[in-house]
């Protein structure tokens, strides 16, 4: 049905570009002086070294596997792959995670006030929103470009059938 192999190297590839790029962003963004000082008081700051590898290993892991679901849309919905595609299913993947992270901290307020910080650089920061965004437009990019054509081709028959139905005379229903 899809090309897993395929997407699971493509989805470790655009992983690791998209962590590069994490730490870019996260390492410029401390020149900003209202979001250099936040940063360096919230909970991210205080992690020790493994901590970090882990959370970027971790990172790498769910990337690679995510990449599968950006393949069933590539075979299944677009039936066309390429890094534009791949761009705009990563756009439309920040957009959900980012709401997915607002509906999280209104239902789990003891949780949000733990990571208050990030919160609020996260839905404050015009910086940190546009830096959320690029990893995830760079990461769906790059897994697009590298899955390559799909096997269901934009002119294979597809599985459903449109039919209409038309209503029967009045009174008849």
Do not use: C
């Not at 395929?6 to 470790?12: H, T, V």
């Not at 401390?30 to 919230?42: L, T």
């Amino acid at each position: 049905m899809i090309k897993l192999g395929r997407a699971l190297a493509a989805g470790a590839v655009a992983s690791l570009a998209a962590v590069a790029l994490a730490i870019t962003g996260w390492w410029l963004m401390r020149f900003e002086p209202a979001v250099g000082e936040a940063m360096r008081r919230d909970m991210l700051a205080m992690l020790p070294l493994p901590a970090w590898i882990a959370a970027g290993v971790a990172a790498v892991i769910g990337g690679t596997v995510l990449a599968a679901l950006y393949a069933l849309a590539f075979e299944l919905v677009t039936r066309r792959s390429g890094w534009l595609i791949g761009a705009a299913l990563g756009a439309a993947h920040a957009a959900a995670v980012w709401l997915g992270i607002g509906l999280l901290a209104w239902w789990l307020p003891a949780l949000a006030q733990r990571v208050g910080v990030e919160l609020s650089l996260l839905f404050n920061s015009l910086a940190a929103v546009l830096a959320f965004v690029a990893v995830q437009v760079v990461y769906g990019a790059v897994v697009g470009w590298l899955y390559g054509t799909p096997r269901h081709g934009a002119d294979a028959k597809s599985l459903v059938t449109w039919r209409e139905l038309f209503p029967m005379e009045k009174g008849a229903e």
